[in-house]
């Protein structure tokens, strides 16, 4: 298995515990349904009592067996297997080996790092091309069937199941959910754009060959290069493209300051590559 693949896999574990933990400890002692499979889950136990780690089991076999009827196996096996290790740690963390809860008044507080801790969990997930499945398939399913855009489909569905939380239990416990929906989805958000920040970079200088060197060799990425004349100086000089992480940024302008001070270069953030050491086509599709 490759180096790349093993980081995946392990820091979409430590997404799905960093989740079920935000959940476990804040959200569900009180009754927060902060949308997804788990507060679909909460309103189950409040009706039935089911305990929430097998309603999460219940919900997500039933959504992805309605996932693979209507759109198709689009769901990867990363994906699956971290729902159900959701499922898993939730139980775990409620009912095997519980893990401290906060019973406290402060409700606030409580919707605050619950959905903080569990956001940044998911963002973790989602940034390292995993899912946490829930109601992102119901989301999938409304796309193809109404045209929806899937964000706009999600927040429906997560808002839903706040108000259905403060149905069953009560006006307070519903509007804390609402809340917690739309900080959920800022924080996700914020948190991928953050962890996803790429750079693109591009170089105009006469030492084509030490740079790209540079970069193929000590940074392990490819650049492309075209030839370009300075309006100024009617000197030829080489336009290098290359896409580089946080990180690697300050390498290269380091490394650039050595061997060329007179380069020219731009840098611009995004938060979207596709290609080979960053996402590939699936991530999106």
Same mark, same amino acid.
Request: hydrophobic share 50%.
């Given at each position: 298995?490759?180096?790349?693949?093993?980081?995946?896999?392990?820091?979409?574990?430590?997404?799905?515990?960093?989740?079920?933990?935000?959940?476990?400890?804040?959200?569900?002692?009180?009754?927060?349904?902060?949308?997804?499979?788990?507060?679909?889950?909460?309103?189950?136990?409040?009706?039935?009592?089911?305990?929430?780690?097998?309603?999460?089991?219940?919900?997500?076999?039933?959504?992805?067996?309605?996932?693979?009827?209507?759109?198709?196996?689009?769901?990867?096996?990363?994906?699956?297997?971290?729902?159900?290790?959701?499922?898993?740690?939730?139980?775990?963390?409620?009912?095997?080996?519980?893990?401290?809860?906060?019973?406290?008044?402060?409700?606030?507080?409580?919707?605050?790092?619950?959905?903080? +801790? #569990?956001? @940044?969990?998911?963002?973790? $997930?989602?940034? &390292?091309?995993?899912? *946490?499945?829930? !109601?992102?398939?119901?989301?999938?399913?409304?796309?193809?069937?109404?045209?929806?855009?899937?964000?706009?489909?999600?927040?429906?569905?997560?808002?839903?199941?706040?108000?259905?939380?403060?149905?069953?239990?009560?006006?307070?416990?519903?509007?804390?959910?609402? +809340? #917690?929906? @739309?900080?959920?989805?800022? $924080?996700?958000? &914020?948190?991928?754009? *953050?962890?996803? !920040?790429?750079?693109?970079?591009?170089?105009?200088?006469?030492?084509?060959?030490?740079?790209?060197?540079?970069?193929?060799?000590?940074?392990?990425?490819?650049?492309?290069?075209?030839?370009?004349?300075?309006?100024?100086?009617?000197?030829?000089?080489?336009?290098?493209?290359?896409? @580089?992480?946080?990180?690697?940024?300050?390498?290269?302008?380091?490394?650039?300051?050595?061997?060329?001070?007179?380069?020219?270069?731009?840098?611009?953030?995004?938060?979207?590559?596709?290609?080979?050491?960053?996402?590939?086509?699936?991530?999106?599709?």
């Amino acid at each position: 298995m490759k180096k790349g693949v093993i980081k995946e896999y392990v820091f979409s574990v430590v997404g799905v515990i960093l989740t079920a933990i935000g959940l476990v400890s804040f959200l569900m002692p009180n009754n927060i349904a902060a949308g997804g499979a788990n507060g679909i889950a909460i309103i189950i136990n409040g009706i039935c009592g089911l305990p929430v780690g097998i309603g999460m089991y219940v919900v997500n076999a039933v959504l992805f067996t309605l996932s693979f009827l209507i759109i198709g196996k689009s769901f990867g096996i990363r994906s699956v297997a971290c729902t159900f290790l959701l499922n898993f740690f939730v139980d775990f963390f409620d009912r095997i080996i519980p893990f401290p809860k906060y019973t406290g008044n402060d409700l606030f507080l409580s919707v605050f790092l619950g959905v903080f +801790i #569990s956001a @940044v969990g998911m963002a973790i $997930v989602f940034s &390292f091309n995993s899912s *946490t499945g829930g !109601t992102d398939i119901l989301a999938r399913i409304s796309n193809k069937f109404t045209g929806l855009p899937l964000g706009i489909s999600l927040l429906m569905i997560d808002l839903v199941i706040a108000v259905s939380a403060g149905m069953v239990y009560d006006a307070r416990t519903g509007m804390y959910s609402i +809340i #917690s929906v @739309v900080m959920n989805g800022v $924080v996700v958000d &914020f948190a991928i754009k *953050t962890m996803k !920040t790429n750079n693109y970079i591009t170089i105009i200088s006469s030492k084509k060959d030490e740079i790209i060197s540079y970069i193929t060799k000590n940074l392990d990425r490819g650049a492309s290069v075209v030839k370009g004349t300075g309006a100024y100086t009617n000197q030829e000089k080489s336009i290098i493209y290359v896409a @580089v992480n946080k990180k690697q940024k300050g390498d290269i302008v380091r490394k650039l300051h050595k061997i060329d001070p007179a380069a020219f270069v731009i840098i611009q953030e995004t938060s979207d590559v596709i290609g080979d050491g960053f996402n590939d086509f699936s991530y999106f599709i």
